[in-house]
T-cell receptor, first 111, second 116 residues
Framework: AQSVTQLDSQVPVFEEAPVELRCNYSSSVSVYLFWYVQYPNQGLQLLLKYLSGSTLVKGINGFEAEFNKSQTSFHLRKPSVHISDTAEYFCACSNDYKLSFGAGTTVTVRA | DAGVIQSPRHEVTEMGQEVTLRCKPISGHDYLFWYRQTMMRGLELLIYFNNNVPIDDSGMPEDRFSAKMPNASFSTLKIQPSEPRDSAVYFC??????????????FGQGTRLTVV
């Protein structure tokens, strides 16, 4: 079985500042890793995913994440956030056909 | 493609009533998932189907919950009888992969269920 821990439940950040959302996973086998974003009253949308290959993954809206096998982490970063990045962000992992989600991190971007 | 379509978007019902949530997955997707989202428990996988067959229903909380997928383009999640603690947002998601273990799931907008 695999699981995901998101280390921060809430992250307030000022507009144009960088942000990092932390995610650690636990699995006895190789996993695939994902970051999803949920805007208010919306479904989840895929930001990026790591399947194999390069450990630095670039996604939509200027987000990127780095897979670190030794630290079992998959942290999400954006160098400069916008007000529109205010949302909840979910890290997820999978090694079969179903996703296991973290508890989510709420990002609030202030002007 | 219109994406995963769920209906209704909002449902308010009285305790004890039957509730049916509906989902139309993306055409051609082989996997369909039902998730429940609450503040207390986050996102929980309830059940998933592969080619219309239920594969894992270990997340279904009680016998009051049931799910069906009569064909590749339609699935239902039923709660009978409903209880206030069932209040949550229920998401349907579908995935295009069969035989490849990278499950990028595409989510619907969700159904917000309130049981009073």
């Amino acid at each position: 079985a695999q699981s995901v821990t998101q280390l921060d439940s809430q992250v307030p950040v000022f507009e144009e500042a960088p942000v990092e959302l932390r995610c650690n996973y636990s699995s006895s086998v190789s996993v695939y890793l994902f970051w999803y974003v949920q805007y208010p009253n919306q479904g989840l949308q895929l930001l990026l995913k790591y399947l194999s290959g390069s450990t630095l993954v670039k996604g939509i809206n200027g987000f990127e994440a780095e897979f670190n096998k030794s630290q079992t982490s998959f942290h999400l970063r954006k160098p400069s956030v916008h007000i529109s990045d205010t949302a909840e962000y979910f890290c997820a992992c999978s090694n079969d056909y179903k996703l296991s989600f973290g508890a989510g991190t709420t990002v609030t971007v202030r002007a | 493609d219109a994406g995963v379509i769920q209906s209704p978007r909002h449902e308010v019902t009285e305790m004890g009533q039957e509730v049916t949530l509906r989902c139309k997955p993306i055409s051609g997707h082989d996997y369909l998932f039902w998730y429940r989202q609450t503040m207390m428990r986050g996102l929980e996988l309830l059940i998933y189907f592969n080619n219309n067959v239920p594969i894992d229903d270990s997340g279904m909380p009680e016998d009051r919950f049931s799910a069906k997928m009569p064909n590749a383009s339609f699935s239902t999640l039923k709660i009978q009888p409903s209880e206030p603690r069932d209040s949550a947002v229920y998401f349907c998601a579908s995935s295009p992969r069969t035989g490849v273990k990278n499950t990028e799931a595409f989510f619907g907008q969700g159904t917000r269920l309130t049981v009073v």
